[in-house]
């Protein structure tokens, strides 16, 4: 690795990290706009701001790829103005030579933004969601390894796991008589919300005990499904972690619980291969810039490359969008639907780079 390697990696890098920076410093503002609405009884100032701090890298993790374009772009753009690519271009660096530590300086943002959403980013969002969880639901209770429980009058409900698509696993709920002892335990391996708070409970075992009269059997009865009022779908904010927030090996043992269990782990298997793709996206991020500034050596100004930048991410984006709305109603699996978005960009990047090659450019005969 020469010089102009090492100066053209600590350029795209310095400009991936001072874009992620500034898209943080923009998380920041427009998170403390919508979370200070919420302020009121028992959620302070400082809770919310706590709140916003704790969740801004999750956030910005998920908009990596496209910070890391911006900065890339932004960097090798003002390279270009100043005419430095073509001086290079003078010492006989190819175009795909150039591309070389280009890429190399996104394997290192790639590394350290993965390592930042699997560590700080889902760990953020966890505590963030039990802190505002204990401030303003102080009856539920989500950081217990024994699942998240909540109490509504006399009846305890204990879960187990909670899906954000509307379902309950492991469904204890336990009703207290008039001295706080339980009179009654319903037991449900499954329940899926109605809708306000009424849920539908299956595989149920109901144990009725005999508080009041000693002498008397404990009834037991199995239902292969009943409706019960529970508690308000909205709980499950609070209860169930967004997967999107989730690390890896979080999502990893979901998806192997729900599978193990015949139940539909799409949502979060597509979320578990977004993450172990995110490194992959942001180098197709950086190889679908290299056309837009190796070809246009002359320069531009810095206007005109951010404005390039957040077309590319837009697209990018709103393609990723698109592909994982279309994949349940196609049947396409996750695997595929998170990995054709950077691939789409990476081959057209490729394709655009080869073209832009003098020797490719050159007439045939």
């Known amino acids: 690795m020469n010089t102009l390697d090492r100066y053209l990696i600590r350029s795209v890098v310095t400009g991936g990290l001072a874009a992620s920076a500034a898209f943080g410093v923009l998380i920041l ?17 400082i809770q919310a701001l706590q709140f916003v701090v704790l969740s801004t890298p999750g956030y910005l993790y998920e908009l990596f790829p496209v910070t890391v374009l911006v900065g890339g772009l932004l960097s ?6 100043h005419s430095e690519l ?5 010492t006989g660096m190819s175009l795909l030579r150039l591309a070389r530590p280009v890429l190399i300086a996104g394997v290192i943002l790639a590394a350290l933004g993965t390592t930042m959403g699997e560590t700080i980013g889902a760990w953020g969002q966890a505590e963030a969601n039990q802190m505002r ?9 989500t950081d217990l390894a024994s699942g998240f429980w909540l109490r509504e009058g006399d009846r305890i409900v204990n879960v187990e796991r909670a899906l954000v698509d509307g379902q309950l696993l492991g469904l204890r709920v336990f009703e207290l008589g008039a001295d706080s002892r339980p009179q009654r335990v319903i037991e449900a391996g499954r329940a899926e919300s109605l809708g306000d708070d009424r849920w539908r409970l299956e595989d149920v075992i109901d144990t009725r005990l005999p508080i009041d009269d000693p002498a008397s059997a404990v009834r037991v009865e199995r239902h292969a499904a009943i409706e019960q009022r529970l508690f308000d779908r909205e709980i499950l904010e609070i209860a169930a972690l967004n997967p999107r927030y989730m690390n890896v090996a979080q999502l990893a043992d979901y998806v192997g619980y729900l599978e193990r269990n015949q139940l539909d782990a799409s949502v979060y298997a597509t979320a578990m291969w977004s993450r172990v793709v995110q ?14 500034v190796f070809v246009a050596q002359r320069g531009g100004s810095a206007g005109r490359w951010l404005f390039i ?13 698109i592909v994982s709305a279309l994949a349940p109603a196609y049947d396409i699996s996750p695997i595929l639907s998170t990995i054709l978005p950077p691939t789409l960009f990476s081959i057209a990047g490729v394709v655009a780079l080869y073209r832009a090659t003098p020797r490719a ?3 045939a005969g």
Do not use: C
């Open 29 to 45: 503002v427009f998170g403390m706009i919508d979370e200070f609405s919420k302020i009121g009884p028992g959620y302070t100032t």
């Open 76 to 81: 090798l753009g003002a390279l270009a103005a």
């Open 86 to 90: 073509t001086v290079m271009r003078a």
């Open 133 to 141: 969880a204990a401030a303003t639901e102080s009856e539920v209770s």
């Open 279 to 292: 490194p992959i996206s942001v180098l197709a991020m950086l190889l679908v810039t290299l056309p837009f």
């Open 309 to 321: 930048a957040i077309l590319l991410g837009v697209a990018y984006m709103t393609l990723t969008q």
């Open 361 to 363: 450019r050159r007439p």
